[in-house]
């Protein structure tokens, strides 16, 4: 099993920035095959893919809404994942979830991801 554990959310001005934190334990991820993924849910919204990061970094994608906005990293050392938010604007508000999947495939849908976070919520007020 996986746990994984959001942080950083919370209220902030549009133009300001935020850094979400995406903390995994139980299984540890020793290979290159994990990609892990940031999706969120706007309200009355369907969720959402906004980043996802492979295993050496060396493969990032992004939402074209967020695209020169959003940076996705990790640290496998921590078992940690970030997504650091600048030039927010108040339609990125929204609980912003982290996840885990196997394989390069299918990154941007959610149904492709195996493990998910609670979530942390980001508004972003005009």
């Known amino acids: 099993q996986v746990q994984l554990v959001e942080s950083g959310g919370g209220l902030v001005q549009a133009g300001g920035s935020l850094r979400l934190s995406c903390a995994a334990s139980?299984?540890?991820?020793?290979?290159?095959?994990?990609?892990m993924g940031w999706f969120r849910r706007a309200p009355g919204k369907e969720r959402t893919f906004v980043a996802s990061?492979?295993?050496?970094?060396?493969?990032?994608y992004y939402a074209d809404s967020v695209k020169g906005r959003f940076t996705v990293s990790r640290d496998n050392a921590k078992n940690t994942m970030y997504l650091q938010m600048d030039s927010l604007k108040p339609e990125d508000t929204a609980v912003y979830y982290c996840?885990?999947?196997?394989?390069?495939?299918?990154?941007?849908?959610?149904?492709?991801?195996?493990?998910w976070g609670q979530g942390t919520q980001v508004t972003v007020s005009s």
């Open positions: 990061i492979n295993w050496t970094g060396s493969s990032r």
């Open positions: 996840a885990v999947k196997t394989g390069s495939a299918a990154i941007m849908t959610p149904l492709a991801y195996t493990y």
């Open positions: 139980g299984r540890t991820f020793s290979t290159a095959d994990y990609v």
